[in-house]
C-alpha cells in the first residue's frame, strides 16, 4: 500500500513537474516573442524618428532655396529703425539695412545736366528710385544668387508666418512654370488681374500700381530688370513699374489678400518718397 501511494505520489509530482516545464517553457517563448516585439517596436520607432529628421532637414534643404535675402531701404529716422525692428520680430529674423538716398542732399542741376533725370519729379522720388536702384544693382554686383525682398522703412508685416508664406509663393510659383520679375507683396490700391493659384495674381495693366514697400525680385532676370529700369529717372519708382508692367516690359505679380502693408506715422510726413515736397523743372 505504502509502495502503491509513494508510486502514485511519484506520478504526481512527475505530472506536476511536467506542467510546471511546459508552462515555463510557454512561457520563456512569450518572453522572447516579447523581447522581439520590444525590439521591433524599438528599430521601428528609431528608423521612424531617423526618417522624419531626414525628411525634415530634406524639406529644409528644399525650402532653402525658396528663401529671400531681404534687404531694407531706411533714411535712419528713430521711428523707422523702431519700426524695422518690430517687423524683424515678426519675420523672425534681420533685414539687411541700406542706407536710402537723400534727394535733397543730390546735385539736382547736375542729374539734370548729364540726363540721369528728364522729367519733373520731387526729390524725395529721386532718392526712393535711386535707393532701390541701388539694391537692383547690387544684386547684380554681388552675384545674389537668391531670391531678393526689397522692403521700405514703413512696411508692416500683417501676415502671421510671413517667411514660411514667401517660401510657398515661390514654390508655388516654380511649381505652375511661372516666370517673374517682381511680385508685389503689398499694393496700396490691392492691384490684381487674373488668379494663377492660391493668393498670387497676375498684375493689372488697367489698374494703378502703387506702393514699393514690400516685392519679391527675381534675381535670375537682374540683366532684363536693370535694362528697363536703369536711368534716366522720369517719374517715381511705383509709377515707373506701373509703366513696365502695362507695356509688358516687366512680368509683375501681386499677392492678394497683402503680405505687406505700409506703417502709417502720425508724426512723419509721409514716407521716403515725401521726404522733401520740392519739385524740379527741367531746363531745355
Known amino acids: 500500500m505504502i509502495n ?15 506542467y510546471f516545464e511546459i508552462l515555463y517553457y510557454i512561457i520563456t517563448i512569450y518572453m522572447n516573442l516579447l523581447y522581439i516585439l520590444i525590439l521591433i517596436l524599438i528599430i521601428y520607432f ?12 530634406i524639406y529644409e534643404t528644399i525650402m532653402d532655396k525658396y528663401t529671400p535675402r531681404m ?6 529716422r528713430e521711428e523707422r529703425v523702431k519700426n524695422i525692428q518690430i517687423q ?4 523672425g529674423e534681420p533685414v539687411e539695412k541700406i542706407q536710402a538716398t537723400v534727394g535733397k542732399d543730390l546735385d539736382i542741376q547736375y542729374l539734370m545736366d548729364t540726363n540721369m533725370v528728364v522729367n519733373k519729379i520731387g526729390v524725395g522720388e529721386i532718392g526712393c528710385y535711386m535707393s532701390h536702384l541701388t539694391i537692383l544693382n547690387k544684386i547684380k554686383k554681388d552675384a545674389i544668387n537668391q531670391y531678393v525682398i526689397i522692403f521700405e522703412d514703413d ?19 516654380e511649381e505652375e512654370g511661372i516666370d517673374f520679375d517682381f511680385i508685389m507683396l503689398g499694393t496700396i490700391n490691392n492691384n ?16 494703378y500700381l502703387w506702393g514699393t514697400h514690400g516685392y519679391l525680385v527675381n534675381y535670375k532676370n537682374i540683366d532684363k530688370i536693370l535694362s528697363v529700369i536703369d536711368v534716366p529717372i522720369e517719374m517715381p519708382i511705383d509709377n515707373k513699374y506701373e509703366q513696365l508692367l502695362k ?17 502709417s506715422y502720425p508724426n ?13 523743372s527741367i531746363i531745355r
Open 71 to 76: 534687404f531694407v531701404i531706411t533714411l535712419g
Open 88 to 91: 524683424e520680430e515678426k519675420i
Open 268 to 280: 512723419l510726413n509721409g514716407n521716403i518718397k515725401n521726404e522733401e515736397k520740392m519739385e524740379i
Open 46 to 57: 528609431l528608423f521612424h524618428f531617423l526618417y522624419i529628421i531626414n525628411k525634415t532637414e
Open 155 to 173: 512696411f508692416k508685416i500683417i501676415t502671421d508666418t510671413f517667411k514660411k508664406d514667401v517660401q510657398n509663393i515661390l514654390k508655388t510659383i
Open 4 to 18: 502503491q501511494n509513494k508510486g502514485i505520489y511519484q506520478a504526481l509530482f512527475t505530472l506536476i513537474n511536467t
Open 192 to 207: 490684381k488681374d487674373v488668379k494663377i493659384r492660391n493668393n498670387i495674381y497676375s498684375g493689372n495693366k488697367n489698374d
Open 247 to 263: 507695356n509688358d516690359k516687366l512680368l509683375i505679380y501681386t499677392i492678394i489678400p497683402c503680405m505687406v502693408d505700409q506703417y
